[in-house]
């Protein structure tokens, strides 16, 4: 199911979402210019758990690897890669904004890519593989919007056999359809450990959990449409 709008969001361009996209093509754009180059940039900014878990016992400089749940969020492995977690940015992102707030959302965002990590460590705090991409922290936007907007309806393209259907999907069903996915392909890696075919599933659950739990003490309560209101939608 691939999402291409939504129907909640006035606007499709609201400004922290919009520079967030930027930011994250600009990062990528400059991954491509250097090519194999870019591998120590790789290294450096990317997150990886054992450095976290293992902290305390770090005789490197100590602040370095906290920041890296931050930096990772703006690196991405291909064009597949950026192209999947900007789309789900660009139709979830703008109508939490709008209920949260420009900076609130944006603060939003980065803590929930945090959380994701957090929970990527838990669930492997020995693995030694570089985590990298914003899909945690969109994960994150994707619980806000559930706890936000569900009675939203989001529509999607289904490829049924050789035809391509664009259906209406009500949010609430979509997102924990969404949500269901990833939980299982979480558990499923139990014992090949947190990452199984690339993906950071157990970044996608924290995420996910970290924004339906904090959208509703985050959520701008001055916004013309109000969380209370969105509810009885």
């Not at 492995?77 to 789309?87: C, D, E, V």
């Given at each position: 199911?691939?999402?291409?709008?939504?129907?909640?969001?006035?606007?499709?361009?609201?400004?922290?979402?919009?520079?967030?996209?930027?930011?994250?093509?600009?990062?990528?754009?400059?991954?491509?210019?250097?090519?194999?180059?870019?591998?120590?940039?790789?290294?450096?900014?990317?997150m990886?758990?054992?450095?976290?878990?293992?902290?305390?016992?770090?005789?490197?400089?100590?602040?370095?690897a906290?920041?890296?749940?931050?930096?990772?969020?703006?690196?991405?492995?291909?064009?597949?890669h950026?192209?999947?977690?900007m789309?789900?940015?660009?139709?979830?992102?703008?109508?939490?904004e709008?209920?949260m707030?420009?900076?609130?959302?944006l603060?939003?965002?980065?803590?929930?890519?945090?959380?994701?990590g957090?929970?990527m460590?838990?669930?492997?705090?020995?693995?030694?593989?570089?985590?990298?991409?914003?899909?945690?922290?969109i994960?994150?936007?994707?619980?806000?919007?559930?706890?936000?907007?569900?009675?939203?309806?989001?529509t999607?393209?289904?490829?049924?056999?050789?035809?391509?259907?664009?259906?209406?999907?009500?949010?609430?069903?979509?997102?924990?359809?969404?949500?269901?996915?990833?939980?299982?392909?979480?558990?499923?890696?139990?014992?090949?450990?947190?990452?199984?075919?690339?993906?950071?599933?157990?970044?996608?659950?924290?995420?996910?959990?970290?924004?339906?739990?904090?959208?509703?003490?985050?959520?701008?309560?001055?916004?013309?449409?109000?969380?209370?209101?969105?509810?009885?939608?």
């Amino acid at each position: 199911m691939l999402p291409l709008r939504d129907s909640e969001a006035s606007r499709r361009l609201t400004p922290a979402n919009t520079l967030l996209i930027l930011a994250n093509v600009m990062v990528f754009a400059l991954e491509v210019r250097l090519g194999p180059n870019a591998r120590p940039m790789l290294a450096r900014f990317s997150m990886v758990p054992m450095r976290i878990s293992h902290l305390a016992a770090s005789t490197g400089p100590r602040l370095w690897a906290p920041a890296t749940l931050v930096t990772s969020l703006f690196l991405h492995a291909s064009p597949l890669h950026i192209a999947g977690n900007m789309l789900y940015l660009f139709i979830f992102g703008p109508a939490v904004e709008q209920e949260m707030g420009h900076l609130r959302f944006l603060c939003f965002y980065l803590v929930a890519g945090v959380a994701a990590g957090l929970a990527m460590v838990a669930m492997g705090p020995d693995s030694r593989i570089p985590v990298i991409g914003a899909s945690g922290a969109i994960a994150g936007v994707l619980g806000a919007y559930l706890v936000l907007f569900p009675r939203g309806r989001i529509t999607t393209i289904l490829p049924i056999f050789f035809f391509i259907q664009f259906v209406e999907i009500p949010a609430v069903f979509y997102l924990l359809v969404w949500f269901a996915v990833q939980l299982y392909a979480g558990i499923i890696s139990g014992a090949q450990g947190p990452l199984v075919g690339g993906v950071a599933w157990w970044a996608h659950v924290g995420g996910f959990l970290f924004g339906v739990a904090a959208a509703p003490i985050v959520v701008h309560r001055s916004s013309p449409r109000k969380y209370s209101q969105a509810n009885k939608r």
